[in-house]
């Protein structure tokens, strides 16, 4: 799947955009009006719905993955949060799991529809059961785990950052118990200036750590992954 290319002539006919606007009605609120227009308006909505992508998120991961070559077959992957799936689906093609070549398991608080390649469990990452049980399920650990998780918003910049940077921290703490030497580790975080534990712990933990901010992230949004790849586990074990 090669990554998004410029959307430079979509929604414009005659060199003027056809940006779709959408009339308040009922008890519509102001946001929900400025998020559908957004949704209407953003061509990797609409790409996504045309090439049977659950998301748009996707993009962001096939982004990563052609940069960095995160995914093969033969691998076993995590994804925390997975709804509504676009992710896990990406990562099922990209390691063939519908043949049995790899194990992709993609968990959240919510029910998600059947992908092939994907086993899909309802299940709270930061329950102290969580790594075992996905342990067994992989038949043992992770080549890497993916959040694309986000933190329920309050409005407040701050409060909002800091909650996001607390999530990454937990899922990078579950990463720990899970994953392989020389594994990799992917998480959503927004721009702010507290993730300083965080990023200190990843490099501790990983040989590499890198901020990204993917095309198809919103322009205006504070929104980057932090990519770490290069897992110290074994070394980590051993000098315990």
């Not at 960095?68 to 992710?87: H, T, V």
């Amino acid at each position: 799947m090669s990554a998004p290319k410029s959307p430079g002539a979509s929604g414009h006919e005659g060199g003027r955009s056809l940006k779709i606007r959408v009339k308040s009605a009922g008890k519509r609120t102001l946001s929900s009006k400025t998020w559908l227009e957004r949704q209407l308006n953003d061509p990797y909505v609409a790409r996504a719905r045309a090439e049977g992508w659950r998301s748009r998120a996707v993009y962001k991961l096939i982004e990563l993955d052609e940069r960095y070559k995160l995914f093969k077959p033969g691998q076993n992957i995590i994804d925390l949060g997975s709804a509504p799936g676009g992710w896990a689906q990406y990562v099922a093609r990209k390691t063939l799991s519908a043949n049995g070549k790899s194990k992709v398991v993609g968990i959240d608080l919510l029910e998600i529809e059947t992908i092939s390649g994907v086993d899909f469990e309802v299940m709270d990452f930061l329950d102290p059961k969580a790594p075992e049980k996905l342990r067994v399920k992989l038949g043992g650990l992770a080549h890497g785990v993916l959040s694309d998780m986000a933190a329920n918003t309050t409005g407040h910049k701050k409060t909002d950052h800091l909650r996001i940077i607390h999530l990454a921290e937990l899922a990078a703490e579950f990463a720990r118990e899970i994953t392989l030497p020389g594994g990799f580790f992917v998480a959503k975080v927004f721009q702010g200036g507290a993730e300083n534990d965080l990023l200190a712990a990843l490099k501790r933990d990983y040989a590499i750590v890198r901020h990204v901010k993917p095309k198809a992230s919103r322009a205006d949004s504070a929104e980057l992954y932090v990519l770490a790849t290069g897992f110290r586990g074994g070394t980590l074990a051993s000098s315990e």
